[in-house]
């Protein structure tokens, strides 16, 4: 395996919306990541947070929708379905 480097997201906002794991969020937070390259494949890990704003008493309030681990897997075959483990 080739060094981790830690700290530069490389999930992209374009990556969650396509990945149709997650409904519709205002906000993203990345808490940890890591990415790296084990034969041949790239790889992110990320602690994410989603965000979505509702109004509350003529104001808008932060709703969390999912905090948890993403896992990006850059693979050389399309697959038609999605995962989603909780």
């Known amino acids: ?28 937070k990345t808490d940890n990541c890591f990415s790296g390259k084990g034969q041949n494949t790239n790889f992110s890990v990320e602690e ?21 681990i993403v896992i990006k897997i850059d693979m050389n075959r399309t697959f038609s379905g999605y995962q989603s483990i909780g």
């Not at 080739?2 to 794991?21: V, Y």
């Not at 994410?48 to 948890?68: A, D, E, H, M």
């Open 48 to 68: 994410l947070s989603f965000y979505s704003y509702v109004p509350w008493k003529g104001k808008r309030k932060q709703n969390i929708l999912f905090t948890g």
């Open 1 to 28: 395996m080739e060094k981790l480097r830690f700290g530069q997201s490389k999930i992209t906002l374009e990556d969650l919306k396509n990945s149709c794991l997650f409904d519709t969020f205002h906000n993203i």
